[in-house]
């Protein structure tokens, strides 16, 4: 006979545990409809171990019925002293019945009583019929129903961890105590959570102390008269009707009035569907993807075949019609991964190997060569084939770029987890079938191998003909087929070309580096009084904060926090902290760039091949990583001079970089038909100075000090982000009446602009998204949130999306356009990098006077504004020589 044992759990509790556990965390857990999900994932997370490790027969999540029960009658003030509970979490109270529902979990509550007394009363219950009962809490107070049968489990570290709770645990931990005395001391010490307030001065050790020698409250009071005159006396006898009171708040009932009964809560599985249904509401993609897992096991196999050398035949024997493809490998990089398996889908048929030197054979060779394919992530699949020396024809369908167009979000780089976001439940994620990271391993089973990439082929034609027709219905067929699509192949080319890095300059930086850091190091020891570890942020809180005396912002359990915006405003205070800052500065320099860039470069060539990111951003902007050739600083004189590492593959050639200037002011001036901002670019006008005149309403060109055009290009470019008063002030250092008027008399200057931001936001909580020039979509789940920062950040996106997606469509253009210009006019120059509105090209000498011409030429005609696009180039020995 199978084990009788009730699982019995804290409802609001352990919620509560749950989202404080992810609490920095709470913005990113939303689901499409703007609510937070934060608390339910971590309950969750929370029930699927708890299901594993305890093995429950029956289950009951228990919650409060309201604040009033009957301890609030009996005294008032109980947990009146609590704070008010976060409406991100007030909002996810309602959805876990829902939660639990899908688990097939019995819940309950009771008026008048709180979950702890229907805990108590059922945990008597099951262990007079014989169960063995945990309880899961993340409050103490249920420790006191401890006994030979029920076992506490407090959680601790959110809901991750638990501390397990026995009579033998409890002795141990309270000096002999056992579990009906913690009543007794919770009545002496009094509880600050619950508001109730004890005997004066009575602590924990003195409790237990008396405990030891009394037994219990009643024990204490009866031998009052025995002990030795004191204040501890003195205080027991004026607070004796305290003691009593407590206890009877402390002491869990364990004989409420609950009409369910232990066959209640018998626990006989999950409801799939109801928790599909649930996970597919809140977003809960990993839970979907660990559900298909164990549904694939009883789902009826697919049908494939292993590819061999020997069975060829049965692929260049066929003409199909639709063709699918999937190239795995065992690591992101593809540049360097082992390409590991692929699978194929020639109509209604599976073919798949671990074996990829098939793919070199004549009849898969030429399948590639001259079918056209469906794929997932065609960048990827185009670099891994040519790492084999294969060609990828022609592509058709990319499951990843189709998705991100159609919901930036949906832009997961794991198939099984993007399919399921778009329906497709018959298939499992990448990280449920291979681990995640250190457990990463590609299975050495090949049915199960085999079988999940079977899957993901199956997966990119299932959903091909439903995503092609919600890119037809959102407009976006032409942003897929002549740009996202076409730009990956460009991109794809740009990675394998990489571009040289000259290791002996980096090294030579890295020694006056190293050098640098050295001497400001010393100086930092000389102002600080002593030596002490300058990256430990403990350390230097101490030197700053208590050793110099400088005024501290926030202080952690930790220590001081030493956060570079704490610093950025002690700056001018004392010497330490610039110089830390620049010391800050120069390490991440050294180590992420100079250091990062030499680990990475090819040995044979020198090379370096970062990896563009084309689903990432949420505006359509490219990224770059391994490593990122964005973000190297330019505002330090040390980050402009790493640029001189970066030189031509080729003796006799130079780096000739051609940026947009102030594209995305001038993509503002079209959106907005400002006819003043419009009027400026047309006539070739400082926009900055010109801007400075009318917000600083001055009559000349003349008047316009670089410092008001600083502040001027704050505002422009503020403006474009939709900032606000404060936030401008804090910018540019003046006061936010100021900042207010600036932005008052720009919006004068430019009613356009103004119009514009309005209407934007307007259109956005009509119809819960905007869209750029071409048509690139970014929703707005937060447009409508009662949260005001959520609601304020929504709102801005909505402004500055479309002029930043133009922006970044505008470059992806001119970068394809680019491409085929170098192929029509036969050129050798290679286009190598794109940062941000700049794309950098190394070509032979002779012919930079052509792509002078040329890429201008391309980079101006991209696309047709009511303004003109502006190009500026230049060209020298390395990237820096050519900025």
């Known amino acids: 006979m199978a084990e009788k044992k009730l699982l019995l759990i804290d409802g609001n509790s352990v919620a509560f545990r749950a989202f404080y556990a992810l609490y920095n965390s709470v913005d990113r857990f939303t689901n499409h409809d703007g609510l937070h ?25 228990a919650f409060d019925a309201g604040k009033k029960t ?46 702890d007394d229907i805990i108590g009363t059922m945990a008597k219950a099951a262990e007079n019929q014989g169960y063995q009962v945990t309880i899961v809490t993340g409050d103490r107070d249920l420790t006191q129903l401890t006994t030979d049968k029920v ?106 009035p609950v009409e369910i009964s232990l066959a209640d809560t018998k626990w006989t599985g999950v409801d799939d569907e109801k928790l599909r249904t649930f996970y597919q509401e809140m977003d809960f993609k990993s839970f979907l993807s660990k559900m298909q897992v164990s549904e694939e096991k009883t789902a009826a196999p697919l049908e494939y075949t292993v590819l061999t050398a020997a069975n060829l035949d049965l692929i260049s024997e066929r003409q199909p019609k639709e063709v699918a493809f999937y190239l795995e490998m065992d690591g992101p990089n593809y540049h360097k991964a082992e390409l590991t398996g692929f699978s194929l889908k020639l109509d209604d048929s599976y073919f798949v190997s671990r074996n990829c030197q098939l793919l070199k054979q004549p009849a898969l060779k030429e399948l590639l060569a001259k079918q056209a394919v469906d794929v997932f992530d065609v960048k990827r699949t185009y670099v891994g084939l040519k790492r084999l020396g294969l060609d990828l024809a022609r592509v058709d369908f990319d499951l990843l770029l189709v998705s991100y167009l159609l919901d930036n979000s949906e832009n997961s780089n794991d198939l099984g987890i993007l399919a399921q976001a778009h329906g497709y439940q018959e298939i499992a994620s990448d990280e449920v079938v291979y681990g995640k990271g250190a457990k990463f391993k590609l ?83 000389q102002e600080a009084g002593k030596e002490f570890n300058i990256n430990s942020p ?97 505002r330090l004189e040390e980050g402009r001079k790493i640029r001189q590492a970066f030189v031509p593959s080729k ?100 009613p356009g602009v103004h119009q514009y931001m309005q209407k934007s936001v307007a259109l956005a909580k009509k119809q819960g998204y905007v869209e750029t020039l071409f048509k690139r979509r ?42 085929e210009m170098l192929a029509k006019e036969n050129l050798a120059a290679k286009m190598l990098l794109q940062v941000h509105d700049e794309l950098i090209f190394e070509a032979p000498k002779e012919e930079i006077p052509i792509l002078e011409r040329l890429v201008p030429e391309v980079m101006d005609s991209a696309v047709k504004l009511t303004v003109p696009l502006k190009v500026e180039s230049k060209h020298g020995r390395s990237w820096f020589d050519a900025k």
């Open 778 to 819: 970014r929703y707005l789940p937060d447009i409508h949130a009662k949260n005001f920062n959520l609601r304020s950040f929504a709102e801005r996106t909505a402004m500055n999306t479309p002029i930043q997606g133009s922006a970044a469509d505008i470059i992806k253009v001119a970068m394809i356009r680019m491409n």
């Open 151 to 256: 076992t506490v489990a407090v959680t601790k570290k959110g809901v991750s961890e638990v501390e397990y709770y026995t009579p033998e645990y409890i002795a141990e931990k309270f000096a002999g105590l056992n579990p009906r005395q913690i009543i007794d001391m919770k009545a002496l010490v009094g509880d600050s959570s619950d508001n109730y307030p004890g005997v004066t001065k009575v602590g924990e050790k003195t409790a237990i102390k008396l405990l030891t020698q009394y037994d219990s409250v009643e024990g204490i009071y009866q031998n009052i008269e025995q002990m030795k005159q004191s204040k501890l006396k003195e205080n027991l006898l004026n607070d004796r009707e305290v003691a009593f009171l407590c206890k009877n708040l402390a002491e869990i009932r364990q004989d409420a």
């Open 651 to 750: 003796p006799g050639w130079e780096i000739f970089s051609s940026d947009y200037s102030q594209i995305e002011l001038r993509v503002l001036a079209h959106i907005s038909g400002d006819e003043n901002m419009q009027a400026a670019f047309k006539r070739g006008l400082d926009i900055h100075a010109n801007t400075a005149m009318n917000i600083f309403n001055l009559d000349s060109p003349d008047e316009v000090t670089p410092n008001l055009r600083r502040q001027a290009k704050a505002v422009n470019f503020g403006i474009v982000y939709g900032i606000s008063d404060f936030g401008l002030a804090r910018n540019i250092g003046i006061t936010n009446k100021e900042a207010k008027t600036f932005i008052d008399n720009y919006f004068a200057a430019f």
């Open 443 to 525: 299975p050495s089973d090949d049915d199960v191998y085999f079988e999940h990439l079977v899957h993901k082929v199956k997966a990119i034609a299932a959903l091909k003909a439903d995503l092609y027709q919600q890119l037809k219905a959102n407009q976006q067929e032409q942003l897929y087929f002549e740009m996202e699509r076409p730009l990956s192949l460009v991109l794809a080319e740009m990675e394998l070309a990489g571009i040289k890095v000259d290791t002996d300059c980096l090294e030579s930086m890295q020694s006056k580096f190293k050098e640098r850091l050295a001497e400001i190091e010393q100086v930092i020891y």
């Open 538 to 634: 403990k350390q230097l809180g101490t030197v700053l904060f208590e050793d110099l005396g400088l005024p501290y912002a926030k202080k952690t359990k930790t220590g001081y926090s030493t956060a570079a915006p704490i610093l950025e405003k002690l700056q001018g205070q004392a010497p330490i902290v610039d110089n830390i800052l620049q010391y800050r500065q120069l390490a991440k320099l050294q180590s992420t760039y100079v250091e990062g860039l030499l680990k990475v470069a090819d040995e044979a060539d020198h090379k370096v091949h970062t990896r563009y990111t084309q689903t990432l951003t949420a505006t359509g902007r490219l990224s770059s990583v391994d490593p990122n050739l964005q973000n190297i600083p330019v």
């Open 70 to 115: 009957f301890r609030t009658e009996k005294f008032a003030a109980y947990k009146g002293n609590r704070n008010k509970t976060p409406k991100e979490l007030t909002e996810q109270l309602p959805y876990f019945p829902d939660l639990l529902a899908g688990y097939g979990i019995k819940s309950y509550q009771l008026v008048n009583f709180e979950a």
């Open 37 to 61: 999900t934060n608390a339910l994932y971590g309950f969750n997370t929370m029930l699927d171990k708890l299901l594993k490790t305890e093995e429950p027969s029956n289950i009951l999540v």
